[in-house]
């Protein structure tokens, strides 16, 4: 079994559209959460951390469901520029981090 | 703050060339830096945990011989990719703590 798993997509929503990726991890131990986007060949950036209460950040909504071991993030009013990879990571705290495979977005005008 | 600074950006060589890549902290030191290849379509692969003023730990199937790691100062890790083949060409990625991972823009080398 994957550390972490995301569905890969692709999503193509309409401007405008809210879209929400989940991603699952199998240990239950893991401490740090994060989602990064990822353009097309550029480094994959730090979008958010996702805390245990949950954080939003302008459009962005990120959660942590510990009990059911998945983290999730919410765009809302999806713009053209919103389209990319989306990568989901775990950290079990020491130097261990694990990277889903990345959910591909495309917003449509 | 945590800014990651790689270079070179993109590099063409010769099969047999060897290659470096710097990766820098600028403005934290990091005692811990990981190096990433990524194919096309493909998700990152985790090559190394580069330790400052340590060996380097190896994923399984990396070649520590073929992938050098030198991690001689807080602010500066470098990957030389020794005697490159076509089969390396990839886009390689650094990485360094604190908190998040925070990337360098990546190194998109091409070997003829």
């Known amino acids: 079994r994957k550390e972490v798993e995301q569905d890969p997509g692709p999503f193509n929503v309409p401007e405008g559209a809210t879209v929400a990726f989940n991603c699952t991890y199998s240990?239950?131990?893991?401490?740090?959460f994060f989602w990064y986007r990822q353009d097309c060949r550029k480094e994959p950036k730090l979008l958010m951390s996702v805390y245990s209460s949950g954080n939003e950040d302008g459009r962005f909504t990120a959660q942590l469901n510990r009990a059911s071991q998945y983290i999730s993030l919410l765009i809302r009013d999806s713009k053209l520029s919103d389209s990319a990879t989306y990568l989901c990571?775990?950290?079990?705290?020491?130097?261990?981090?694990?990277f889903g495979t990345g959910t591909s977005l495309t917003v449509i005008p | 703050g945590a800014v990651v600074s790689q270079h070179p950006s993109w590099v063409i060589c010769k099969s047999g060339t060897s290659v470096k890549i710097e990766c820098r902290s600028l403005d934290f030191q990091a005692t811990t830096m990981f190096w990433y290849r990524q194919f096309p379509k493909q998700s990152l692969m985790l090559m190394a945990t580069?330790?400052?003023?340590?060996?380097?730990?190896?994923e399984q199937g990396v070649e520590k011989d073929k992938f050098l790691i030198n991690h001689a100062s807080l602010t500066l890790s470098t990957l030389t990719v020794t005697s490159a083949h076509p089969e390396d060409s990839s886009f390689y990625i650094c990485?360094?703590?604190?908190?998040?991972?925070?990337f360098g823009d990546g190194t998109r080398l091409s070997i003829l």
């Open positions: 580069s330790n400052e003023g340590s060996k380097a730990t190896y």
């Open positions: 990485s360094a703590l604190p908190g998040a991972q925070h």
């Open positions: 240990n239950s131990a893991s401490q740090s």
């Open positions: 990571v775990v950290n079990d705290g020491g130097n261990q981090f694990y």
